[in-house]
């Protein structure tokens, strides 16, 4: 889609991007970092991780208490 466009062009240029969403399945295709924020904390960083949705589902569920 369009906004997975502009991030590979933007990526080109050595730009950071923030981008926030509670879609799993869209932050794990676009982001090269992920992040959980709780209670406005980062609870949970590392590069893209190598797990399907459903695994980062999980970790969300446990860094979060399950809140989505």
Not at 17 to 41: F, K, S, Y
Not at 44 to 61: I, L, M
């Amino acid at each position: 889609g369009m906004l997975a466009q502009v991030l590979r062009y933007s990526a080109r240029g050595r730009r950071t991007i923030v981008m926030t969403t509670h879609n799993l399945p869209r932050g794990l295709e676009l982001g090269d970092e992920i992040a959980i924020i709780a209670e406005g904390r980062i609870v949970y960083h590392e590069e893209r991780p190598e797990k399907d949705v459903e695994s980062f589902a999980g970790t969300y569920a446990r860094y979060t208490g399950g809140r989505r």
